[in-house]
């Protein structure tokens, strides 16, 4: 266990179901990070949450719906997702936002959309 | 091209051997991350460097700025060390993005 955890580990739905990602960590940090990891593809960065308040949003589709209710919770809600959102999708916190702070990354959720 | 080059892509070593993986990139970086990713997927910290050299155990870490290169050394490799390797690079400034290399995957046999 790094310190982030995220349930559920793997989760397979059909494109008009709702669902919901969650990641939590109490490790103090005050940023937490939605990450996408599609096959044979590098990481990409979705979502960045600094003191609950979201920071960056990069260009993700709608259908994607971050929440982040305190520093210690964050969640994606999935919605009329399409199969090509398949893909491990990994949380991560960190200290603060600045460069010179390490990231602990979570064990990721495996999504296949059907 | 992706700003964040590693190579090799795949790499196959004995028990035992010395392993080096690159890391190239094209941007200007205030930090650089070397990450492990084991089968089940989660990801592990390992480095995050922005000058000279870092060791932790077996591994050694270091970075080039000038040259805008990084290898991450494994000393003494064993099975228990396959895994993906990825490099990542962080801008400057309040760009919170890493940018990503695509990994290695190493195999270590016994």
């Known amino acids: 266990e790094t310190g982030v955890t995220q349930t559920p580990r793997h989760l397979v739905m059909g494109m008009t179901n709702k669902k919901s990602l969650k990641c939590e960590q109490h490790l103090g940090h005050n940023a937490m990070y939605w990450y996408k990891q599609s096959a044979k593809k590098p990481l990409e960065l979705m979502f960045v949450y600094s003191l609950e308040e979201r920071v960056e949003n990069n260009s993700v589709p709608s259908r994607f719906s971050p929440e982040c209710p305190n520093s210690s919770h964050l969640f994606l809600h999935l919605h009329t997702l399409q199969p090509e959102d398949s893909a491990l999708y990994l949380c991560?916190?960190?200290?603060?936002?600045?460069?010179?702070?390490?990231?602990?990354f979570g064990s990721g959720t495996r999504l296949t959309v059907v | 091209k992706n700003e964040v080059e590693q190579s090799p892509q795949n790499l196959t070593a004995q028990e035992g051997e010395f392993i080096t993986i690159n890391c190239s990139y094209s941007?200007?970086?205030?930090?650089l991350h070397w990450l492990q990713q084991h089968p089940g997927g989660g990801i592990v910290s390992l480095f995050m460097l922005s000058s000279g050299k870092k060791k932790h155990g077996r591994l050694i870490a270091t970075i080039n700025i000038q040259e805008k290169h990084s290898s991450l050394h494994i000393t003494a490799s064993h099975p228990r060390d396959s895994a993906v390797y990825i490099c990542a690079v962080r801008g400057g400034g309040s760009n919170y993005k890493l940018t990503f290399g695509k990994g290695t995957l190493l195999t270590v046999n016994p």
């Open positions: 991560a916190s960190s200290q603060e936002t600045g460069w010179a702070y390490g990231y602990t």
């Open positions: 941007v200007g970086i205030s930090a």
